[in-house]
Nanobody, 125 residues
């Protein structure tokens, strides 16, 4: 069992930045693909960014060039640096872990085995 705890959310003005962090328990963190998802009110949970065991990164089109995902396997953490935020980025952001042996980072929520509790990001205009 893996526990994920997100932090770093908050209220920021449009154009600002936030850095989300996700701390994972357990000794197998380096073997997981990790992902960040978000869910706005009345919308489905959507993929934002993912990072493979080897460090390859993937982004949804709307955040490319603005968000950066990274991981530190020595500290069992994954980060999401978010720059140039706009009001459409407002959502609850979730960290997720994929423990399967798949070689590719998954972009659907159903592909992940463990989830954090989420952290709220609110971007004001």
């Amino acid at each position: 069992q893996v526990q994920l705890v997100e932090s770093g959310g908050g209220l920021v003005q449009a154009g600002g930045s936030l850095r989300l962090s996700c701390a994972a328990s357990g000794r197998t963190f380096s073997t997981y693909h990790m992902g960040w998802f978000r869910q706005a009110p009345g919308k489905e949970r959507e993929f934002v960014a993912g990072i493979s065991r080897s460090g390859s990164t993937y982004y949804t089109d709307s955040v490319k060039g603005r968000f950066t995902i990274s991981r530190d396997n020595t500290k069992n953490t994954v980060h999401l640096q978010m720059n140039s935020l706009n009001t459409e980025d407002t959502a609850v952001y979730y960290c997720a872990a994929d423990r399967t042996t798949s070689s590719r980072v998954k972009t659907t929520a159903g592909g992940y085995d463990y989830w954090g509790q989420g952290t709220q990001v609110t971007v004001s205009s």
